[in-house]
């Protein structure tokens, strides 16, 4: 199974695994499944840690290769594919990782209602 981490799931997983369902833990901690952090997470979290609004590592790099998850950066296919989605989210952060996760075929793991709305397929977090 292949995986794409909402932003919430990805600092859950670092900082306090125990916030994820179940489902969302087991499929994380599985070495057999491929678990990518998009450029888009890892920007959210610089701009709203510069803000002074959320507490992250200071090295996201350091933190995926640990934890072995992949890059997955931002092509202009996935911001063509943001056309294609229904204006359900304003979140633009939002809006992207379910475009690449429809676009490169992959769950998202997040619990988001309003990124839920989609229907791409996910993994409760």
Do not use: C
């Amino acid at each position: 199974m292949t995986l794409l981490l909402d932003t919430h799931a990805f600092l859950w997983w670092l900082d306090d695994p125990a916030l994820l369902s179940d489902a969302a833990r087991e499929a994380i901690g599985d070495g057999r499944n491929t678990v990518y952090v998009s450029a888009a997470v890892v920007w959210e979290i610089v701009i709203k840690k510069a803000l002074g609004k959320l507490d992250a590592p200071d090295d996201l790099g350091a933190a995926m290769a640990a934890n072995r998850f992949l890059p997955l950066p931002i092509t202009v296919s996935h911001a063509l594919a943001v056309a294609a989605l229904p204006n359900v989210h304003r979140d633009p952060f939002d809006r992207l990782l379910v475009a690449q996760a429809v676009h490169e075929g992959i769950k998202l793991v997040s619990r988001d209602p309003n990124v839920l709305l989609y229907g791409a397929p996910h993994i409760v977090a």
